[in-house]
């Protein structure tokens, strides 16, 4: 049986209806398979979404720790933008339940917790597994048409006055390692696209990319592909592309 969670944060411990729940769902995913309600009460409520089971529950607390609001500074929604999390005092714990759960299984799982983030008015969407905290809207845009970018936090560091380096935080989710890219100051834009492009081909080979390989933008552009010691945690490997 594999597991996924998510943290739905809240300023009440109130569940959203399921119904609510299920409108939210339909207007994002019309064409997608269906949300369909199991059961529920005040406190937890389940739904099948084709052969997996979605539950929502109503937690009292916020996540602890402050894992939540440390994560929201990874969120690329949060880069250039001003958002910032708001406070929460309770969460909505959404779990899903299957027997595997493949990349388009878990695009539908998230497209499910935006949907309850959207119906409870949440202030933010916690996605532990990336190191991530995101506001509710862009949450549901990103599980839409770029889901790694809801599955992964990203780490900015100044690499010298000239350069930065952007690197993932959630690929060991799909069993992948973190990807690593360095950048002139300036190119912060072209970077992240690339370094999520990248991401998009190896989730569609299904492994690594091996050491030694080379990648470019372009048919002539050859960029090394070199593994190492991640800066996030020195005993996880990631791989890195430094762009010109």
Known sequence: MSIRIAFVLTETAALPSAEAVLA??????PEGPSLEL??????T???????????????????PDGEAEDAARFSLGSMGTGWQLGPHAAHVLVTLLADEV?????????????????????????????HVTHA??????????????AWNGVSVANEGPERLSFLTLGMRQLGLPDMMVGAPR????DAVSFLFEVLRYMVSRGEPLPDG???GRTAEEKLQVSYGASPANPEQKVFRVDLP
């Open 186 to 189: 300036g190119a912060g834009n």
């Open 38 to 43: 199991i059961e529920g009460d005040d406190k």
């Open 136 to 149: 509710p809207r862009f949450f549901a845009d990103t599980a839409l048409e770029a889901p790694l970018m």
């Open 24 to 29: 939210e769902h339909t207007t994002l995913s």
């Open 213 to 215: 390989d080379t990648i």
């Open 45 to 63: 409520v389940s739904f099948s979404l084709e052969r997996m089971t979605v539950v929502a529950a109503a937690m009292p607390a916020p996540v």
């Open 102 to 130: 493949s990349p388009d299984d878990l695009q539908e799982f998230t497209i499910a917790v935006a949907a309850v983030a959207l119906a409870a008015n949440a202030v933010g969407v916690y996605w532990g597994e990336g």
